[in-house]
């Protein structure tokens, strides 16, 4: 009877005879066997061990040991099981299974479930989750704490939205910044940028200053002196840039890859000098992507600087260099790694020059000639025999007709974009003859080009890889 005592709630029953159940026992015993029946494997063991230590305890009479009783465990299991705690479920993953899942969620949304709970609060705010991607700031009020934050997240890319504090926050504030993204960051001055870089930073390889309308040389030669491991400059419309710029770009920045000078009107060919070491200086010898788009100033001089002094460029930008001539384009022909060329709206190439680009730029994967008005079906011809590994090609409102479409069609089999909008010479015929042999062709432009048909624009069904057709406002197609 003392053993009995120690169950809550446990009915007390007459101890029977040597050898015998109650009948109170029988239905007991008969209960607890439906009830473990029902239950799975772990649910029984769990049972199972409850009893023997039941059964342990209740010897131990003078000990003054409680325990729950058996209709109280099975209470709880079942309570588990309706609740779903007792099964693996989103709530009780393991963190490195809820950083492998937060890692494919947008920026928004990793910051929404960190304010789930704890537990994924600590999952989200993991490194693994946050690399590669870019913070957005607003930069209005002193905010120490949003840094700190930053920093352990791991996030080393910033892009700044609008900025009325101090710059030197954010640049200190992250010690292993590598991007910064000031574009278009109208109010940025050179005293905010003399503030903000006063110390070396290794760590900056990219700096984003397009727009920044205020900037001047003076902060080019704060940002050659302090962070001389840019990769990546971008200073498009920057017109206070001037050829002085280039000269501390090239003393300072001898790493750098990537530099966009976009409508940088103060530019001339004396700043292309310094960049390619013509004044016996050490120029920007690793340069390989150079934008000087709508840079007026510029002539046939800056390429040949180019050809000379930067042997590794691949890409290179002219479009709207209305002084561009031939004799600049021979002097790019001689770059065998020359892989994209934009000669868009250079009026004074032609024929000659697409020539030139064809006997030495055996490399060229992408090409544009739009709005070249000089450029007809010759140039289609000299692409045909010697620019086999075009991938994309553009000569929007050129003055080219069937003929040089079916030349280029029998070449240049790996190409992938083909841009012939505005060409209003061409016909059905040039359809038939790129369906014919492009068949790598994923995008075509044939807007504006009035002299085609239906007929003829269904042809293009055969091209299986082709993803992509604009037709303009005035057709419609459908496969």
């Known amino acids: 009877m003392d053993a009995v005592l120690g169950f809550r709630n446990w009915p007390m029953a007459m101890e029977p005879e040597e050898g015998s159940l109650s009948n109170d026992q029988t ?3 008969d209960r607890k066997e439906d009830e473990i029946s029902r239950l799975g ?3 029984t063991s769990s049972i199972h061990q409850d009893e023997t230590s039941s059964m342990e305890l209740s010897s131990r009479r003078n000990r003054n040991v409680t325990f729950r009783p058996y209709t109280d465990i099975l209470n ?3 309570t588990e099981s309706r609740l779903g705690l007792g099964e693996t479920t989103v709530y009780n993953l393991y963190p490195e299974i809820l950083c492998m899942i937060f890692c494919h969620l947008d920026v928004a949304d990793k910051g929404r479930v960190a304010q789930v709970s704890s537990k994924w609060r600590d999952a989200a705010y993991s490194k693994s989750v946050w690399k590669g991607c870019e913070a957005k700031l607003h930069l209005r009020r002193s905010n120490p704490a949003l840094f700190s934050s930053l920093i352990k997240r791991g ?3 910033v892009q700044v939205l609008s900025l009325r504090k101090s710059l030197r926050e954010l640049v200190h504030g992250i010690p292993s910044i590598e991007s910064l993204n000031l574009s278009g960051c109208y109010n940025l001055s050179d005293s905010a940028l003399d503030t903000a870089f006063n110390r070396d930073i290794p760590s900056l390889t990219n700096i984003n200053l397009s727009l920044c ?6 902060s080019l030669g704060r940002i050659a002196t302090h962070c001389k491991n840019i990769e990546v400059l971008d200073l498009g419309g920057c017109t206070k840039i001037t050829n002085t710029g280039l000269l501390l770009i090239s003393w300072g920045l001898k790493n750098i890859k990537s530099l966009n000078l976009r409508s940088c009107w103060q530019i001339s060919d004396h700043g292309i000098g310094h960049l ?3 004044d016996g200086k050490p120029g920007a010898s690793s340069l390989q ?6 840079c007026q100033k510029l002539t046939d001089q800056s390429l040949r600087y180019i050809s000379e002094g930067i042997s590794k460029i691949r890409k290179v930008n002219l479009s709207f260099c209305a002084s561009i001539t031939d004799t600049g384009i021979k002097s790019l022909g001689r770059l065998a790694s020359m892989e994209e060329l934009n000669l868009r709206s250079c009026d004074n190439i032609t024929d000659i020059g697409i020539g030139y680009l064809a006997e030495g730029s055996i490399r ?7 709005f070249c008005e000089r450029v007809t079906d010759a140039s289609m011809a000299h692409i045909a025999s010697g620019l086999f590994n075009l991938r994309s090609l553009s000569m929007a409102a050129a003055k080219i007709n069937d003929e040089g479409i079916c030349k280029i069609s029998k070449t240049l089999l790996d190409l992938k974009t083909l841009n012939i909008g505005q060409c209003t010479r061409i016909t059905d015929k040039s359809l038939q003859h790129i369906a014919a042999s492009m068949n790598n062709l994923t995008s075509i432009d044939l807007y504006g080009c009035t002299k085609l048909t239906e007929a003829g624009i269904s042809v293009l069904t055969r091209l299986l890889k082709l993803k992509t057709m604009n037709l303009g406002l005035w057709h419609s197609f459908g496969r």
């Open 41 to 43: 494997p772990l649910e």
């Open 155 to 157: 996030i080393k890319k």
């Open 213 to 218: 309308k205020e900037v001047t040389d003076n």
């Open 276 to 278: 390619a070491g013509m």
């Open 364 to 370: 060229l994967r992408e090409l544009d000639v739009s």
């Open 76 to 78: 709880t299991l079942e």
């Open 27 to 29: 239905d007991r015993e």
């Open 289 to 294: 992507e150079l934008n000087l788009q709508d």
